[in-house]
């Protein structure tokens, strides 16, 4: 930890702009190698500067997972924004009314009664709205399973007026069970199998299947396994974070987003309290990796409870932190640190560059 971060009020969220950028960029190209656009998902950073960088690299688009996060980033200039999460309810429906207005937006479609109700709108206000059929990629949390239930489900709404079916929608969330990279591979291959044989069968039946999303950070990876697949929606890359370093994707000079924290109080020799918990790194835990986040300066040393003010780290041996002293935290899941800070602290070449505003903090309606 450099100077400049030392003098930093803790807890402080930190962005090394040029390690981002450079995820930023592999992502895009890697991708692009293999004809696979990247629409990143900016629910990681939910700022509005840094989907400028994505779109900047190439990206073809963002993802939003929710309505309030797409406008803040239509707020912010951004002009092409898929939501990938069901519209339902009058309240919302007409919000993405105004905000297909402002940019060109895209949805999903997992339930008649969620289509019907997307369609009636439309068709009334004399627009199309472009919608992908959520395809269930194993979490069972909303999209319909994959080959012949999804053709069912097409059957029923392809002739909805105000609505322009363009393809299939997939996220395999089981990757991130996987305990070693070949698993991460064969997770790769069936998320491209589900895909691509749902929609050949689809199109086989007079839909147009023109877009094909996946892709999360894991597989997004590993583009040569995902051919067939049109885009890819990557999230937390930009970033990475102990979900990465846990299975070997990522090594800790790849991570991009730390959070600063202060040693305040040391009740024995084997124990430090440092002011950062819940309300600012996350509970979130990892599925093989203990504790709470990977401590850069201190790899051996565990962050092995929160509370919502304090960490409680130990040490096997006696701890080497005193009353004082700084650490820096890459987090167990970036995408939940950056929705707890208004501002994050931007670093290029080991020096502050700029505050950067989360745009979208708190936009989860």
């Not at 003098?7 to 962005?15: D, E, H």
């Amino acid at each position: 930890m450099n100077t400049d971060m030392k003098r930093l009020p803790t807890p402080a969220v930190v962005v090394d702009l040029d390690r981002a950028e450079k995820n930023i960029r592999e992502m895009a190209d890697h991708a692009a190698k293999y004809g696979i656009r990247h629409r990143p998902h900016i629910k990681t950073h939910r700022s509005g500067y840094l989907a400028g960088l994505q779109m900047e690299a190439g990206c073809c688009g963002i993802t939003a997972a929710k309505l309030g996060e797409a406008e803040a980033m239509a707020d912010c200039g951004i002009k092409d924004i898929f939501i990938a999460y069901p519209i339902i309810g009058e309240d919302k429906i007409r919000r993405l009314l105004e905000l297909d207005s402002r940019a060109r937006v895209s949805t999903i479609i997992n339930s008649v009664a969620g289509a019907e109700a997307l369609s009636q709108a439309f068709e009334e206000a004399g627009r199309e709205l472009t919608v992908l059929i959520e395809v269930d990629g194993g979490l069972n949390r909303g999209g319909v399973k994959p080959m012949e239930p999804t053709l069912e489900f097409a059957m029923k709404v392809k002739d909805l007026k105000g609505l322009k079916i363009r393809g299939l929608m997939y996220y395999g969330g089981l990757i991130y069970d996987s305990r070693t990279i070949d698993e991460v591979k064969d997770a790769c291959r069936r998320e491209r199998d589900d895909l691509v044989n749902t929609a050949a069968l689809l199109k086989n039946h007079g839909f147009s299947m023109e877009i094909l999303s996946a892709g999360s950070s894991f597989s997004g990876k590993f583009p040569e396994l995902l051919q067939g697949i049109t885009e890819i929606r990557s999230g937390h890359y930009i970033f990475n974070d102990c979900g990465q370093l846990d299975i070997g994707l990522a090594a800790p000079e790849d991570c991009a987003l730390t959070v600063i924290s202060t040693v305040v109080a040391k009740p024995d020799d084997q124990v430090v309290i440092c002011d950062v918990g819940t309300k600012s790194l996350t509970s979130d835990t990892c599925h093989h990796r203990p504790g709470y986040g990977y401590i850069v300066e201190y790899p051996d040393l565990e962050i092995y409870a929160l509370n919502e003010e304090h960490a409680f780290v130990r040490s096997t041996g006696k701890n080497p932190l005193e009353v004082g002293d700084k650490i820096s935290i890459i987090p167990n899941h970036a995408c939940v640190v950056t929705n707890l800070a208004e501002k994050v602290y931007g670093f290029r070449g080991g020096k502050l560059d700029r505050m950067i505003p989360i745009d979208a903090r708190g936009k989860s309606v």
